[in-house]
């Protein structure tokens, strides 16, 4: 009996470790709050909406690596506001990394198209936040569309084993319609400001957004001019008619940047001696004797050394060709501290060259300013379209005003009836000026169709997108070719430059049947001589 | 009455202590090294008075008088019979046997069994095997060569790096290869905070087994198949390392071990440079590059970049002399000591490793304090506390991206050591900057003394580990225990550069990083065990129970992108501190079951259940799994030729799974800091709410022989595993709004065989020579990845190939390298281009090899002579390339041995045009090896396959002498020992790069394909890693 007793009392004991050991198990209800991370959040309410916007206006203007990879490393060279001098990146010889280009594609559909959506769909389409919100859909996106031709556009953000690429022409529709649509409605709200602080543009001031949305409209409608004229009059008519920017700096769209966010400017990182000014750059500029090259680009290092040590050394700009060899980035006058980089508000001070500011990082980024609504409206005066009024040479030389405003180097006034002729930069190459117009408005239509050109390529700076982007539309301003081609289909550059970037590898291997559906869209085959829709050059 | 009896005897041997006269003590030690043996059976022959040796091996015996005989055995050692006479004190060295087979081995939750029982294959490590010659980097670097299929990678990060530990090949994408660590029965944190993932490089911080202290160790046993530890459930796919550590003595007497040893290591290999050419480029010396395409060295007098006047002449030493000689210093003192109800054991050590890169040094010291205690008949406990204090100072980037290393190779040919030490200038305002450079790139390259004194990583880290164990023993065969063990990890990571300093501190004043990490695992487990003889043929071990484990994560990003007063290196200082968080916590709960049940103790039959709730699962979170095996002595069931001394066969099935990674099911939205009022944005990656576990599946075979009365073993495995459902994070279209998500999908499969051979050619008393011979291959085939998508590419690391790229897709197998490869026509022709001569690369990645070896040898021959012996291990590997994507990038500036040839003559590749006519066209080494886009080496992005070596090599990799130094009996030093052990001696084979290039021939390989940029899953590449050490030591092992 005694051993029985001992045998139940051992299998009570087993029986209760394990009851001890399942009460413990069965602790599950708190195991989606484990699983959660506390350090982020699960769901968004209304008050965190404007946060989205904010992170679409930084991303969708590239900042920090994200610049240089989506944009300096590709149109700023293309459209000669820099030329590269480090011999291990091919892209200014024309070659196309599609590793690194893939940074003007990519955030725009990670980082901009999910905020924007969900602000449409948690917004009343009346609302100015809903409108602004729109305009910055637009601006993203055509960045995107006039780096690619067709992109997944109609069904972005939408889920799917693949998302279908949209045809050019359908994309600039809708650009038009929603700009159209935004404007109806800022106009009609009797609300003065929209996302407040979170606004990194306009700090809120929906005034502000109204031009920048028919500034857009204005620049997109010049875009199609030569594909689509009618539509192109059209759009730039009611742009203009709605408002358009008029009045720099008050107009200008510069979007805020920090230094501790990962979000400092984009042209600030660039003090690696990778990018120098450019000889085109050189050439214009000191021909004209124009004040805006100390604000574009920083005195070289050796004569800024040289100052140092003795102040009646002068300072010195200068500028390379693009599309240089290793061996010519080797020729003393090519090499880095004998030219000019990127300048003083993107240049730290701490760098000892003379210029500069403390923290570059945050300085505020260029994204759109009112000298190019000038410059558009000039030349859609020259083909006779309704601009508010004036003549070609009004808008022409209000571009140039606005341009030295924006840059804050005095008054135009004497440099736009200046006569002086771009110069022979004096560079390794001997090259000869890049062109023999001056700035005094010009009595052919092909010099003032020049001049309209030359003067905006300046003013666009540092804005690559849109100088390679006019540059391939227009063809007006006469760029050096690049010194070498890497790109076995341009065998012959002055005759020959880069149209398109082809479609993202990592494209095809993601949404590759959307890809190859795209192609039949490009008109061509689908490689970077294949000119985009509105490039009938 | 017959089950009374061995009470009965127990009774008596503990009576029977107190009635005797005549008293004998002794210490028991391994005829092999000299290590005392715990455990050892000490009994009078044909009495009933016996006793077991303590942890030092010590034992005391009343023996009746001088005719006593004492029998000395101890299961796997030939047993000794000693007449006692008028001894008092009796050391015994006893030998090793292998015919018995006896040995117990430490299993999962640190329970130990005998090695004949189990159905899974284990092997084990002598512990003085790693405390002989420390690896000042990580103890598991020592294991290199000793085990089957076992495969170690250092990381390249110094002292203290992580190590990559991969047993029977790599399994999982994106998850960890590592094999589990289980020290006294529970799993360390043996994670790692920063791992480099492409060839651009990184920070290879400590993992968690480099803190683990060889002095501590009294086993460790590898258990390579994921049925031995199916227990551990999720993490054992990997198989597991089982640790178990030193515990106090029962004698009632002190021992002091102390343990002193000094290493000194330098540069096995580091690249092969040119000594003939210095800067300049086109053949003509400059000091505007960084290239070394320049004239002739002839000591010609120059202006150096600095404006100095210098000699133009071979800088031969410049990168050996760079690399300091390491030294590292150990001092150890354990202290053992206790009675029959309370044992201690307390143990200190202290390591000062000062790395091979200047600057780069290591502090750690260690205290364990354990305490087992027999508190009533019934009830036992084991609590151990350890505490870890670690400092890192200056450990070296790794990759590319500023690592000191890549900073020297790319120093001009011509310039000296001691130019390169001016670094730094004053500025006008007594800031110091960094001297003019001559970098090949200026936008990543400086200076690499401006990197090791103006720049920190310093790590610090504070351990603390301890557990409590209590059993109450419910009678002689049913015990219940409970375990509660507590594992705090505390890492600060502190970054500083000065101003001036490119690609870290744009900003001014100067960069501050400081990472707070702290990793908390809990970890409690119950368990009801027994051991029951339940007839006279069966009996039955079982353990049943659960576990409940939580890691929680916890990790502060402080960084301080400019500083107010500059070089002040405190985020007091910071212009504007920006702060991430990230915190992640996961718990599982389980129950388990296992059960053996052995027939005649020649047949065994084994299963194991778990079920496990893990919080990264969706609702009701569960999955089961389990495993079962059989082995049966076929030695002891049937009569074999006498030859045959042992036989064993083992089968065993495991079924394990994962619950996956934690926050995966939600979508969320991360908040960052930025301009206005910072920015809310949503994962690019999209939630997976149906999370599925992954499983491995795994078959094991074994056989154990041994012949000859033991002189000659053998154990010989076969494996073949699938692991399934993995997470993997694949692309999808960007333009849905997600660059990623997540899917369970593939399978993939490893197969091998292991071979153990273990001999004893000679023995006769005094002279002993052991051999150990293991062989590993595995077979590694991923039969499915997506099955809708079988093209799709999976990359181990960074998809953008510099050098080359470690992949795997469906159809190949694990490690397949992806690189640019010199086109070829269909008549297999090199293609060149018809007007420049020069070799086209492929626009597309192609298979260049795969980075797993396809075999694994060691060879470790032990001699003896009376108190001396030698070990000498020689291992290596057959198959696998490895990138070398240093000399591609060197290659471009003119740097490597490879450049020298055809500067000045020129030569012809041969080849053929795209049309495949035949080119004749000379070009010179600068053209070959770095003009165009798309040239050789391309510099950072190059056709890697020009780089690419078969990484077959064989070393001699340990060689030991010890000296067992003779010591009085009476001496207050019980026993010392003395041994010089040296590593990586010497290449006896290394393979070549896999293209012959016409006129320039083959290269040998002039990395150590050991060495990895980190321990994580991108492997197969080097570029700019640390290269590994030869070192000597000596070791002093003192007993008191």
Redesign the interface.
Known sequence: MKRLN?ITH?YK??LS??C???I??S??SD??E?????????Q?DAS?L???F??AL??GTNSQWNYQVSQNLFSDQYAQYFACT???F?SD?L?I?Q?WVGAA??PI???V???L??IFEETDPASPEYAIANIWWVFAFHRVTDYWGP??YS?????????PYDAQPAIYDDFFKRLAAADATLKATSATSAYG????IYHGDISKWIKFGNTLRLRLAMRISNVDANRAKTEAEAAVAAGVFTASPDDDAL?????????GNGL??M????FRMTASMESVLKGYNDPRMAEYYMPTKASSDAN?EDPANPLEWHGVRNGL???QM?I?SN??NNNSQQGPRWT???L?LAGGV??P?TTRQNVMATAEAYFLRAEGALKGWNMGGGTAKQYYEDGIKNSFLQWGVGDAAAYTQGTSLPVAPGDALNSPPMTNIPVQWGASQAVQEEQIATQKWIALFPDGYEGWADYRRSHKVKLYPPANS?NPLITDPSTQWLRRIPFLV??T???GP?VEAAKSLLGGPDNTQTPLWWDTN | MKKCLPKLIVLLLLCSASAMAQTVTGRVTSGDDGSPLPGVSVIVKSSTIGTTTDAAGRYSINVPDGNAVLVVSFIGFATQEITVGTQTTIDVSLNEDATQLSEVVVTALGVPREAKTLVYATQSVKASELTELRDPNNVLNSLQGKVANVQVNQGSGGPGSGARIVLRGNRSIQGSNNALIVIDGVPINNSTRSIPGSDFGGIQSSDGASNVNPDDIESITVLRGPSAAALYGSQAGNGVLVISTKKGTKDNKVTVNFNSGVTAEKAFQVPDVQNTYGQG??GAL?T??GDSWGARMDGQSYTNHLGESASYSSQSNNIKDFFRTGVSVNNSIGLQGGGEKVQTYLGYTNNVVKGIVPNNDMVRHNITLRMSSQISKKISTDAKVTYIHQEITGRPRTGEENSPAMDMYQTPRSISLETVKKYSTM??VGLA?PTAWPAT????YQNPYWMIHKTTLDEDRDRLIGFLTATYQ??DW?G?TGRANLDKTMDQTRNSNS?GT??WA????GYFQKINGDITQQW?D???HGDKKLSEDFRLNFR???I?QDIYMESDVA?A??LNVNNMFALNFA????VQ???????T???FATASLGWKEALFLEGSFR?E????LP???DFPYYSIGVSGILSDLFTLPSAISFLKLNANYAEVGNGGQ??L????????????????????T?AIPGLKPEVVSSFELGLDARFLEGRLGMTATYYKSNSENQLLQI?????????TKYVNAGNIQNQGIELILNATPVTNGDFNWDLAFNFGLNRNKVIELLPNNPD??FYLGG??ARSAVPIIKTGGSYGEMLSYKWQRDENGNYVVNPTSGLPIGTTDLQSVGNFNPKALLGLSNTFTYKGFSLRLLVDGRVGGVIVDGTEMNLA?NGITKATEAHREDGWSLGGVDSEGNPVDVTINAQDFW?????SVS????GVGEFFTYDATNFRVRELSVGYKIPVPSNFFIKSARFSVVARNLAWLYRGSSILDIPGLGTRKLQIDPDMSLGNGNYQGVQYGSLPSTRSIGCNLSLTF
């Not at chain 1, 003090?271 to 990778?274: A, S």
């Not at chain 2, 790139?441 to 990543?444: G, K, N, P, T």
């Not at chain 2, 692309?731 to 997600?738: D, N, Y």
């Open positions: 001992s051992h004991r087993f470790g394990i001890a050991a399942a413990m198990v602790c599950t195991f989606d484990i699983n959660t991370n506390p350090a982020a959040l699960s968004l965190q404007p946060f989205l904010s992170k930084s991303s480090a011999s291990s091919g010889r070659v990394n590793n594609f990519n559909y990670t980082d198209v999910p905020q959506q969900t992109i997944p069904q972005a953000g939408v889920s799917g084993e693949t998302v602080s979170y606004d990194l979007v805020d940047r920090s230094v501790n966010g990962g979000d600030s990182i003090q690696w001696n990778e140092k060899t290793a061996s080797n003393a090499l880095p730290p001070s701490s000892g403390s923290n990082l890497d990592s494209e291997q993601t949404n959307a | 480029i086109d400059s505007t590059v500025n006008d900057i790139l200026s936008s990543i419910i009678n049913l219940v101003v490119i690609l744009s900003q001014p004043g409690y119950a368990a009801i049943a129970g659960g409940f960084t992108n400019g212009t504007a501190p920006s968080t990230s915190i992640t916590q996961v718990r709960q389980s129950v079920n709730w893990a919080s990264t609702s009701p979170y934690p926050q099911r939600f979508q969320t939205y991360q908040y960052q800091q930025g301009a206005g009022n910072g920015f809310i944005s949503r994962s690019p999209q692309s999808q279209p960007v333009a849905t709004g997600f660059s799709q590419i998809t953008n471009f770095s003009a165009g886009q798309s391309g510099k950072r992005y």
